[in-house]
Nanobody, 126 residues
């Protein structure tokens, strides 16, 4: 069992930056691929980024490529999402998730993930 807790959300002006963190409990964190998703009001939850268990592979949604960076520190049981050049359309609740399947491919759909955090609100003012 893995418990995930996100932090770092807040209110920022367009063009600004935020860094989200997701702290995981449990000894198995370092063996799981991790992902970030987001859900804006009135919209479905959407994939943002994913990272392999080692950190050697990453994958991004086209809408965030070049602006958001996912990383992880397995010694600290933490995954990060550095968010730069933020836009109003990035406003959403951001969730981190863990995939225990050990698949060769990074999952981009939420049903492939097994554990979820409670989310952290990111609001970008234009």
């Amino acid at each position: 069992q893995v418990q995930l807790v996100e932090s770092g959300g807040g209110l920022v002006q367009a063009g600004g930056s935020l860094k989200l963190s997701c702290a995981a409990s449990g000894r198995t964190f370092s063996s799981y691929a991790m992902g970030w998703f987001r859900q804006a009001p009135g919209k479905e939850r959407e994939f943002v980024a994913a990272i392999s268990w080692s950190g050697s592979s990453t994958y991004y949604a086209d809408s965030v490529k070049g602006r958001l960076t996912i990383s992880r520190d397995n010694a600290k049981n933490t995954v990060y999402l550095q968010m730069n050049s933020l836009k109003a359309e990035d406003t959403a609740v951001y969730y981190c998730a863990a995939d225990r399947s050990h698949s060769l491919y990074l999952a981009v759909v939420d049903r492939e993930y097994d554990y979820w955090g409670q989310g952290t609100q990111v609001t970008v003012s234009s």
